[in-house]
């Protein structure tokens, strides 16, 4: 268990690290901000005793050469004051980029970083990132993923000018990778990579929005198909949701498809809860998760981690509609009537008591004020 002080905490990257974190049960990071930086005082009060830093702020669009001088201005920024830190922090954790040194002002300055943050004469793990993608992620700022992602969204199909091959990574790997955990069934700290071309991946989310219109779950036969299919469901959350379910009438009663999978694995179990009673209080970082009420009425509440809003669906038996978890939202089921409660829950994947990707967290807890991340 390491103590963390993190810059570009705000960030899509920033936020995937600190939920990691959180998932760990490591303490929370200390936070050093791009107003922290223009002090060396302040830089040095945050680092002090820390075990690592990671420096992932940065700046990745505007003016090539406003992009690589702020790049270069902040990380000696933070280097003095790490210098000047009275317990200097261990060791340094760097996101670097894969784009390093390849001749453009970016690609330059995010090598010149690394040998800025070798002077403050700490080890530096200096990680070559590629392109990352994920939940949170900012559509035209963060990643082509994202981008995709929210033009299927919002109902328009995304635009492929050229096609070239990405190597993409989930941002949960690549924060597993930086804050030095060893890999586990929901992360994976070797950042296994998804090569794949542009126009290929706009084909693959496209037939996977199409078939979630109407809440049917498209094949989810590997890792990174599973985690794109998250990526683009966080692009769907609340909007979609609640999904009115079709019913099928006729003198023996109703009918009602809950869950249509094309293809792969699956659990589905049903629940009775008492009235008042709650069900969740939980996140996942990878399950896809589905409640759908068939008796009684209910409110699943919902907060993204780290965040502090609560959003709620007030959904019942008599219309029974789906809501699908988002990952990395705590998430929980009251039974707000004053009958029985008849719930139906399905996930993509075997209950598995060794590796449950379910991390207990209340919905409505007394956290810290978080930073803000960005997406």
């Given at each position: ?71 270069l201005r902040i990380a000696r920024q933070l280097v ?271 209950f598995d008591p060794v590796r449950p990707d379910t ?17």
């Amino acid at each position: 268990m390491l103590r963390l002080a993190v810059t570009g905490a705000g960030g899509f990257l920033g936020w995937h690290v600190r939920v990691l974190l959180r998932t760990l049960g490591w303490p929370e990071p200390v936070v050093v901000t791009r107003h922290d930086l223009t002090d060396p005082t302040a830089v040095a009060a945050k680092v002090t005793g820390v075990d690592r830093v990671l420096h992932l702020a940065g700046i990745n669009r505007g003016d090539p050469t406003e992009v690589a001088s702020g790049n270069l201005r902040i990380a000696r920024q933070l280097v003095a004051g790490m210098r000047a830190a009275d317990a200097p922090p261990k060791a340094i954790g760097y996101a670097n980029s894969v784009q390093a040194g390849n001749g453009t002002p970016y690609g330059d300055a995010k090598a010149e970083v690394s040998a800025i943050l070798a002077e403050a004469g700490l080890p530096v793990d200096d990680v070559l990132l590629p392109n990352l993608y994920g939940e949170g992620g900012r559509a035209h700022y963060n990643s082509v993923v994202a981008t995709f992602c929210r033009v299927l969204a919002d109902g328009g199909r995304p635009d492929v000018h050229g096609d070239r091959e990405l190597s993409l990574v989930h941002a949960t790997d690549a924060a597993a990778r930086l804050v030095g955990t060893a890999t586990d069934g929901s992360w994976d700290a070797t950042m296994p990579a998804l090569d794949i071309g542009v126009r290929e991946l706009a084909t693959r989310l496209a037939e996977m929005a199409a078939s979630y219109r109407t809440g049917e779950i498209p094949p989810l036969t590997d890792r990174h198909t599973v985690r794109l299919f998250n990526t683009y469901r966080a692009h769907c959350f609340p909007a979609h949701y609640p999904l009115v379910l079709p019913r099928r009438a006729d003198a023996r009663g109703v009918l009602v498809e809950t869950v249509k999978v094309h293809g792969g694995a699956g659990q589905t179990f049903c629940s009775t809860t008492r009235p008042g009673a709650t069900r969740g209080e939980h996140y996942h970082l990878a399950k896809v998760e589905r409640f759908v009420v068939l008796r009684g009425s209910a409110e699943i509440s919902l907060r993204r981690v780290g965040g502090t809003e609560v959003v709620r669906f007030q959904v019942g038996g008599t219309e029974p509609a789906l809501v699908d978890m988002p990952t990395m939202w705590v998430h929980k089921l009251v039974n707000t009537g004053s009958d029985e409660l008849v719930t139906l829950f399905w996930t993509n994947e075997l209950f598995d008591p060794v590796r449950p990707d379910t991390w207990p967290e209340p919905v409505e807890a007394s956290i810290p004020r978080p930073v803000a991340a960005v997406g």
